[in-house]
């Protein structure tokens, strides 16, 4: 078993404890990081003359060749090590000699996994952004392609105004382009530097902090020591974004289990997106939607499980913190997955545009404009909204649309009606005249949709 200690321990530690304390079956996920860290922290000594140029060179020259190794596959992350910083240190010193055990000099392992989860988070950030990208680049093709294209909008998943496909798409847009500034947001939160605040208190070496944060790209060192060590809030604003990015991942999905629907049929899922029944010939299920709705849950649960870990912990650092790594690289993976795959069903999606137009003339839609006709007319808007009540309970009675009626029958409910009555309450007049900004009219939709463009090419 190889470990960093021992000296103050007169017997073995129980293997069962041992396994249990250990955490190199997960934190080898961030090999990398544990040397661009120690390699940072090396410079950092030799030119505090903590260490000779001769040794810093034999200690870089062996970081750098346990790194190229684990990548080709020549070494092996192991369990007979600790952790991954155990891992790193013997072998540097198996290939550098004594010289290797000067590596630690001036931090601890607290500050060390500190800083590797700083910048193992860092860089997903960047990666789950990028991915965001993409689906917002799929997002704004649709867009783009269905300025005209007609469809319900709903509330209580009741049919409610007309709309269009572009205008439904850029509510997601809105989505997921908060998720990225949230992203944004932690990341310049959290970049700051642990590294050489030790155990909890620092140390007596005369590190130069601020140069270590230079070389590894933070914005500068953290300024208490303590909080460095026990802090855990980035990974808890990550799991939280990550929350939020799956719960609109989820609801997006519904939408589309729902509109996939032999009742909807607004969308047919690629077949490659798709899967059959085992006893069932004619089922073409939308397993890949329903997945990332169900890992909206798994998701959650990691942010869940660190709030309840941390809320309890006195300073500094404790070994409960440890428990922050498997559920944060869980979480990131299925975020990763999930957009990865959502993007390419939403990117292959096909949406049968007549029944999602056919849809919104049979449900009432245009009743609100009906109604605003009427106040256009001198009606208060109290009795026009009685009026066109009445008015769709007889379109019900009769199995009609309001646009199908004949102006005998609307003049019989209410004299007011004239000719001019169809054309208020068309599918086009409906959503052509709804032209603030942030409205699904095509000039106000076009508007937007050159705001996006900027926005994913900024």
């Known amino acids: 078993m190889a470990q960093l200690w021992g ?20 934190d080898q996920k961030f090999f990398r990081q544990d040397i661009e860290g120690s390699m940072a922290h090396v410079k950092m000594l030799a030119k505090q003359s903590i260490l000779s140029e001769n040794e810093k060179n034999q200690i870089l020259l062996g970081l750098e060749s346990i790194l190229i190794d684990v990548e080709n596959g020549k070494l092996t992350i192991t369990d007979e090590y600790e952790d991954i910083h155990s891992f790193v240190e013997a072998n540097l010193i198996d290939r550098v000699g004594d010289v290797g055990k000067k590596l630690h000099t001036g931090r601890s392992r607290n500050d060390q ?27 704004l093709k649709i867009m783009e392609q269905n300025i005209d294209t007609y469809m319900p909008g709903f509330t209580h998943l009741q049919k409610a105004q007309p709309i269009t496909l572009a ?14 500034q949230r992203l944004e947001d932690i990341y310049n939160r959290m970049n700051y530097c642990p590294l050489g605040s030790g155990a909890l208190a620092g140390t007596t070496y005369p590190l130069d902090r601020d140069y270590t944060a230079q070389l590894l790209d933070f914005n500068g060192p953290t300024l208490n020591s303590m909080d460095s060590v026990a802090d855990r809030d980035y990974i808890i604003e990550l799991l939280s974004a990550l929350s939020t990015i799956m719960m609109h991942l989820s609801r997006f999905s519904e939408e589309i289990i729902l509109w996939n629907s032999n009742e909807y049929h607004f969308v047919e ?47 500094a650092y404790n070994k409960d913190m440890q428990e922050d790594k498997e ?28 029944i999602m137009k056919t849809s919104a003339m049979k449900g009432f839609t245009n009743a609100t404009d009906a109604a605003d006709y009427l106040v256009n007319h001198g009606v208060p808007f109290r009795d026009a909204h009685g009026i ?34 169809f ?26 949709i050159q705001i996006y463009k900027e926005y994913l090419h900024f």
């Open 423 to 448: 054309e208020a309450i068309s599918l086009e007049t409906c959503v052509n005249k709804r032209i603030t900004i942030g409205a699904p009219g095509p000039d106000a939709m076009k508007e937007v």
């Open 269 to 315: 899922i690629d077949d490659a997106y798709s899967t059959g029944s085992s006893i069932m010939p004619q089922k073409k299920n939308p397993d890949i939607a329903e997945l990332v709705r169900g890992k909206t849950g798994r998701v959650y649960g990691a942010l869940m499980s660190i709030l309840t870990t941390m809320k309890g912990i006195p300073l």
């Open 7 to 26: 000296g103050r321990f007169t017997k073995e530690t129980d293997k069962l404890v041992y396994n249990f304390n250990a955490s190199i079956s997960f």
């Open 113 to 139: 996994v500190a800083l590797d989860m700083k910048l193992y988070t860092r860089h997903e950030i960047i990666e789950i952004k990028g991915l965001l990208k993409n689906l917002l680049d799929s997002i």
């Open 167 to 180: 205008h439904h798409m850029g509510a997601y847009f809105e989505m997921f382009k908060r998720d990225r």
């Open 327 to 354: 559920l944060t690289f869980d979480a990131i993976d299925t975020v990763k997955g999930c957009v990865t795959l959502f993007t390419g069903m939403l990117s292959t999606l096909k949406f049968n545009k007549d």
């Open 388 to 421: 066109i009540g009445k008015l769709v309970l007889y379109c019900i009675e009769k199995d009609k649309a309001l646009d199908e009626l004949s102006l005998d029958e609307l003049k019989s409910i209410n004299p007011v009606f004239e000719q001019d009555i």
